[in-house]
């Protein structure tokens, strides 16, 4: 069964591969200097609660940078912070 493709969810898929390759791209960049001047690992950018959790989600949203919010996760969209383990901690990475 061939089933023909809209165009724009084909346009949209080479625009995301497009927009990866040039994020890959920089920070294979910015790991280069990184090392070049003494930082060979980088913090990790996932809460410390966060980390291992399934429930990540990490994304930041708006148009503007000033706006720009960061959705941490579908529980607690802010992060858990630092009150010790999350209650809705659950393994998967």
């Known amino acids: 069964m061939h089933t023909t493709q809209d165009p ?3 346009a949209n898929y080479f ?3 497009a927009d990866y390759v ?3 791209r920089q920070q294979s960049k910015q790991q280069i200097l990184r090392s070049q001047v003494g930082f060979i ?3 990790p950018s996932r ?3 966060c980390q291992g959790c399934a429930h990540y989600h990490g994304v930041a949203y708006g ?3 000033e706006s720009r919010r960061m ?3 579908g529980f607690h969209p802010y992060g858990w912070g630092n009150q010790g383990t999350c ?3 659950e393994g998967g990475f």
């Open 71 to 73: 959705l941490i996760c």
């Open 22 to 24: 040039k994020w890959h």
């Open 8 to 10: 724009f969810q084909k």
């Open 41 to 43: 690992e980088t913090a």
């Open 87 to 89: 209650p809705d901690w």
């Open 63 to 65: 148009t503007a940078y």
């Open 47 to 49: 809460p410390k609660a």
């Open 15 to 17: 625009f995301r591969k």
